[in-house]
């Protein structure tokens, strides 16, 4: 049973518009979400995350916004750059329970010049 | 400079020969996992340990040990390899510092490309 979903398997935008990355969770004990960014040829490296008693934060271009109700989360990056190109991974954990973190499959985002 | 290493980066091996893949990190951490990614699957948790000489299963141990005598040290051990372990693996760490809770905030080592023939 798949507890976080990437639905989308890639995303292709202009240089200068926004790219939003969408993921949603079944698990309601979840309560805290990241954004992991990984390069070919590298480890993931983290990006952003959100707490559950938040619905946004924001650090510079990327911002992630959390809808607990809908159990969906989006981190929107604008505007986005060439450099942005990389898989994104969602991911969220129980922090009161099992305190395991738990990846979604990834979504490819290519930002076109 | 803050890292997690790991060796090798690409390993070509046959079945049945067992092999090693080690991690360092020297941040001090506590918590050291390792995951493995594939196609379509994302990445999977092989496994964690919390501190030294406590270690745990993930979501794919099958085929795999670990160990944790050292805080920094983490290695992965396939006894047996087969081809279904061919896949990249990526070791990470977090501080957990005075028991607080897991923040996920993991630092990832750039990865190790296994294939077994």
């Known amino acids: 049973d798949q507890q976080v979903k990437q639905n989308s398997p890639s995303l292709s935008v202009q240089e200068g518009r926004i790219s939003i990355l969408n993921c949603d969770y079944t698990n309601s004990m979840f309560d805290y979400f990241l954004w992991y960014k990984k390069y070919p040829a590298e480890g993931p490296t983290f990006l952003i995350s959100i707490s559950s008693i938040k619905d946004k934060n924001e650090d510079g271009r990327f911002t992630v916004f959390l809808n607990k109700s809908a159990k969906h989360l989006s981190l929107h990056i604008v505007p986005s750059q060439p450099g942005d190109s990389a898989v994104y991974f969602c991911?969220?954990?129980?922090?009161?329970?099992?305190?395991?973190?738990?990846f979604g499959k990834g979504m490819k985002l290519t930002v076109n010049p | 400079e803050a890292q997690v290493t790991q060796n090798p980066r690409y390993l070509i091996t046959v079945t049945g020969k067992k092999l090693t893949v080690t991690c360092s990190q020297n941040?001090?951490?506590?918590?050291m996992s390792w995951y493995r990614q594939d196609p379509g699957l994302g990445l999977r948790q092989i496994y964690y340990s919390m501190n030294v000489e406590v270690t745990d299963k993930g979501d794919v141990p099958e085929g795999y040990k670990v160990s944790r005598k050292e805080k920094r040290n983490f290695p992965l051990i396939l006894e047996s390899p087969s081809p279904n372990q061919t896949s990249l693996y990526f070791c990470a760490s977090n501080g957990l510092a005075g028991g607080s809770a897991n923040t996920g905030e993991l630092f990832f080592g750039e990865g190790s490309r296994l294939t077994v023939l």
């Open positions: 941040m001090n951490h506590e918590y």
């Open positions: 991911a969220a954990i129980d922090q009161g329970g099992s305190e395991k973190l738990v």
